[in-house]
C-alpha cells in the first residue's frame, strides 16, 4: 500500500487479498439486516422481555470479552494508549453486565428479585465505561507508554469495589423503586451524568483529531450509541417498556462500533501510528536542528567557546540522522507500499515494497511531476481507462488538501500486468495547518 498516516502522499495496498472498497448495496444490505434483527426482536421482547433482554446482554457481553481479547493479545504491537486502555476496561464492565443479566427482575438468581439491583449494576457498568472512554479522550495519540498489567490491576479492583457496595454491602445508592414510582433521582441524575460525560470524551476525540479517520469514526459512533442508550434509560419506568427495550439496543450497536475500532486500530492498519510518530519525529527533529542552528548564531557572543556550538550542533544532527534512520528502516521492512510526496509533489520517500510492487526504480517514480504521476505510473480507473492528470488520491491530497479513504485504483507494471490497489491518502500538515 501507498500510505500516509496524515500525511502527504499517496498510499496504497498492492496486497491482492486486501479487502476491496465497501460498495454501496454493502451498506444498504447491512442497514437492511440491521433494521430486520431490530423488526425481529422487538416482537419477540412483547412475548418474553426477558429472554430477550438476557439474549441482548449476553451477545454485548461476548462482544466485550472479545474487544478485551483482541486489546489484551494485541498490546505489544498496538501502539495506542487509547485503544489499549478501553480493552481492557471492558472485562470488569462485561463482568458488571453479567451480574446485570442474572440479577434482572425475573430470572431469580438474587434474592429479592426486585427492580434494583440490576439498575444499580447497570449504573456501575456505565460509570465505568464513562470513565474509560474520558481516559482514552486524554490518551488519544499517545505511544503506547501504560503499563497494561497495572491497568488491568486498576480496573479489576475498581470493579470489585462496585460490585461489593452493591451486593453483599448494600451502600450503593437506590436507582429503582417500584412504589416510589420507578426511576430514582440518583439514578437519572447519574445518567445524564455519564451522557455528558460520554459527549465531552466524543468531543474531546474529535477536536484533537489524534487518531486515524477509520478509528475516530467508529469511536464517534459508539460513544454516540452509548449517550442515546443513556438518554432512553432515564425514560422508563417499567423495566419490560419500549425506553428499555430501545436502550438495550442501542448499548449492543455502541460495543459493535467499539469493536470494529478495535479492529480498525489493531488488526487492520497495526502500522499507522507507529509511521506517523515516525514522520512527526523527524520534522520535529529537523525544526529543532534549524532552531538550534539558528540560536547558536544569534549567541555566538555568549558561548564560551566555538567548540561548544559545534558540538551544539552535533548532537541536534545525529538526532536527526537517527530520526532518518529509524524511518528508512521501517520504509525497507515495512510489507506495505508507501510513497511520501512534499507539497509541490516531488517525491522525497518510497518503501522497498512500493518499488517492488510498482516494477519500478526510485528514478522513474521521481522523475515526473505530480501532473504527470498517472500517465507515466501507469495509474488506471478502476474500470481500466485512463485517469486526468488532477485524478489521483496523491494530486488530490497534495493541491486540494483531500484525504482519500479505501479507493480502488489500478496499476500497470511494466510487464503489461495489472494489479488492483487500494489507496489512501491524505495531506501532511505543519502546525499553521500549511500542506508541507
Keep these: ?5 496524515e500525511g502527504a502522499s499517496f498510499a496504497t495496498d498492492s496486497r491482492e487479498e486486501a479487502q476491496p472498497p465497501r460498495k454501496p448495496w454493502q451498506t444498504a444490505l447491512q442497514v437492511f439486516l440491521g433494521l430486520a434483527v431490530v423488526g425481529a426482536l422487538f416482537p419477540f421482547s ?10 441482548v446482554e449476553i451477545a454485548s457481553v461476548a462482544v466485550a470479552i472479545t474487544i478485551f481479547s483482541i486489546g489484551w493479545n494485541a498490546r505489544r504491537f498496538a501502539r495506542n494508549d487509547a485503544l489499549l486502555l478501553l480493552a481492557i476496561a471492558y472485562l470488569p464492565i462485561a463482568i458488571i453486565d453479567v451480574l446485570h443479566t442474572l440479577s434482572f427482575k425475573g430470572m431469580g438468581v438474587f434474592p429479592g428479585g426486585d427492580a434494583n439491583m440490576p439498575t444499580q449494576f447497570w449504573l456501575a457498568a456505565r460509570f465505568l465505561e464513562a470513565a474509560a472512554f474520558s481516559a482514552a479522550a486524554l490518551l488519544a495519540g499517545r505511544r503506547q507508554s501504560l503499563n497494561p498489567f497495572a491497568l488491568l490491576g486498576i480496573f479489576l479492583a475498581t470493579g470489585l469495589v462496585l460490585i461489593l457496595s452493591i451486593h453483599p454491602l448494600k451502600i450503593f445508592p437506590d436507582s429503582f ?10 439514578k437519572i441524575a447519574s445518567e445524564y ?5 460520554l459527549a465531552g470524551s466524543g468531543f474531546l476525540l474529535w477536536r484533537r483529531q489524534l487518531l486515524s479517520p477509520a478509528i475516530l469514526r467508529f469511536l464517534l459512533l459508539a460513544i454516540a450509541a452509548k449517550v442515546l442508550a443513556e438518554l432512553s434509560f432515564t425514560l422508563y419506568i417499567d423495566v419490560y417498556g419500549i425506553a428499555n427495550f430501545t436502550g438495550h439496543l442501542l448499548k449492543l450497536a455502541s460495543v459493535v462500533f467499539l469493536y470494529q475500532a478495535l479492529v480498525a486500530g489493531v488488526l487492520l492498519h497495526p502500522y499507522d501510528l507507529l509511521f506517523r510518530d515516525l514522520v512527526r519525529s523527524e520534522e520535529q527533529l529537523r525544526r529543532e536542528l534549524a532552531a ?14 566555538v567548540e561548544e556550538q559545534r558540538h551544539f ?3 541536534r544532527a545525529r538526532e536527526a540522522e537517527e530520526g532518518n534512520q529509524i524511518l528508512e528502516a521501517v520504509l525497507d521492512y515495512i510489507p506495505e507500499g508507501i510513497i511520501i510526496a512534499d507539497a509541490q509533489g516531488r517525491i522525497r520517500r518510497v518503501s522497498r515494497h512500493a518499488l517492488l510492487m510498482a516494477g519500478r526504480t526510485l528514478e522513474e517514480l521521481q522523475a515526473y511531476p505530480v501532473g504527470e504521476h498517472a500517465a507515466h505510473w501507469g495509474l488506471l480507473l478502476p474500470d481500466g481507462t485512463p485517469a486526468g492528470p488532477g485524478a489521483t488520491p496523491l494530486t488530490r491530497a497534495i493541491h486540494t488538501g483531500t484525504v482519500v479513504s479505501s479507493e480502488e485504483w489500478m ?6 500486468s495489472l494489479i488492483t490497489l487500494l489507496t489512501a491518502a491524505g495531506p501532511i500538515r505543519d502546525r499553521q495547518g500549511r500542506v508541507t
Design 411 to 416: 496499476l500497470q507494471r511494466p510487464d503489461g
Design 177 to 186: 423503586l417500584q412504589e416510589a414510582g420507578g426511576l430514582t433521582p440518583f
Design 1 to 5: 500500500m501507498f500510505r500516509l498516516p
Design 46 to 55: 412483547r412475548i418474553s422481555y426477558l429472554s430477550f433482554h438476557a439474549l
Design 292 to 305: 538550534g542552528i539558528e540560536a547558536a548564531t544569534e549567541k555566538e557572543q555568549l558561548l564560551s567557546t
Design 193 to 197: 451524568l455519564i451522557a455528558t460525560i
Design 313 to 315: 550542533c552535533e548532537v
